[in-house]
């Protein structure tokens, strides 16, 4: 979302295509266009936008703001066939007043080159929104380590994780030394024992139950360093 907000792949003409990667593993929504929404603040100022798209089309684009516990809309775009709608708030979002925009491009896009003073806003939240993908998170373990040993942060993860209901009770950072013939000899792959063996040290994350004696359940952080 983050990265076609921030028209990172310079959507320029009507011919360019859309990033879009579609759910593959349902033969219902392989082709189906994708929805994305996020509500973030903005100088205590709650904002709502989203927008729902494929390759080529924008499907519908919104934005709603909420300033004293009640929501109002600012615009809100939608396309059904060749025919499409648009609503903009005359009052609070003038910067949208008379703009146009093509099939495959954003409505916020286009307010900004404007001048827009309320998208120039939630583009910068973006370009300063950190997206930490859980599937590629080494880089961020060693500053989550650090965050473990602040006793602030760590009574506010162990919050979320309590709301979150997964079964954690507790939080423990444990370090231990390694060489490096551990690493070599390890079940890792060529290429992540290259990365452990150039880098200061190496990360593991495990969840560890109550037979590991800590009681109650606790998720145990390790981290290793090569010595």
């Given at each position: 979302?983050?990265?076609?907000?921030?028209?990172?792949?310079?959507i320029?003409?009507?011919?360019?295509?859309?990033?879009?990667?579609?759910?593959?593993l349902?033969?219902?929504?392989?082709?189906?266009?994708?929805?994305?929404?996020?509500?973030?603040?903005?100088?205590?100022?709650?904002?709502?936008?989203?927008?729902?798209?494929?390759?080529?089309?924008?499907?519908?684009?919104?934005?709603?703001?909420?300033?004293?516990?009640?929501?109002?809309?600012?615009?809100?775009?939608?396309?059904?066939?060749?025919?499409?709608?648009?609503?903009?708030?005359?009052?609070?979002?003038?910067?949208?007043?008379?703009v146009k925009?093509?099939?495959?491009?954003?409505?916020?896009?286009?307010?900004?080159?404007?001048?827009?003073?309320?998208?120039?806003?939630i583009?910068?939240?973006?370009?300063?929104?950190?997206?930490?993908?859980?599937l590629?998170?080494?880089?961020?373990?060693?500053?989550?380590?650090?965050?473990?040993?602040?006793?602030?942060?760590?009574?506010?993860?162990?919050?979320?994780?309590?709301?979150?209901?997964?079964?954690?009770?507790?939080?423990?950072?444990?370090?231990?030394?390694?060489?490096?013939?551990?690493?070599?000899?390890?079940?890792?792959?060529?290429?992540?024992?290259?990365?452990?063996?150039?880098?200061?040290?190496?990360?593991?994350?495990?969840?560890?139950?109550?037979?590991?004696?800590?009681?109650?359940?606790?998720?145990?952080?390790?981290?290793?360093?090569?010595?």
């Amino acid at each position: 979302m983050r990265h076609l907000v921030l028209n990172k792949p310079k959507i320029t003409q009507s011919t360019d295509r859309l990033p879009h990667e579609p759910f593959r593993l349902n033969t219902e929504t392989e082709q189906a266009s994708s929805w994305f929404e996020i509500v973030f603040f903005i100088d205590d100022v709650k904002y709502r936008y989203g927008f729902e798209a494929d390759s080529s089309v924008v499907y519908a684009e919104w934005l709603y703001i909420d300033e004293k516990g009640k929501e109002a809309r600012l615009f809100e775009r939608e396309r059904e066939g060749n025919q499409g709608t648009r609503y903009i708030n005359k009052q609070k979002f003038k910067e949208g007043i008379g703009v146009k925009v093509s099939d495959n491009h954003l409505f916020i896009w286009k307010c900004d080159q404007n001048d827009g003073e309320i998208s120039r806003k939630i583009l910068q939240w973006f370009d300063n929104f950190n997206f930490i993908d859980g599937l590629e998170d080494e880089r961020y373990l060693d500053a989550a380590f650090n965050q473990i040993q602040n006793t602030n942060a760590k009574s506010k993860l162990l919050k979320l994780v309590k709301f979150a209901d997964l079964g954690i009770e507790s939080i423990a950072l444990e370090e231990k030394d390694i060489t490096q013939d551990f690493v070599r000899n390890a079940p890792f792959t060529e290429e992540m024992k290259k990365n452990i063996l150039e880098t200061v040290g190496c990360f593991q994350l495990n969840y560890t139950p109550a037979t590991r004696n800590l009681m109650p359940r606790t998720m145990l952080l390790v981290r290793c360093y090569l010595s």
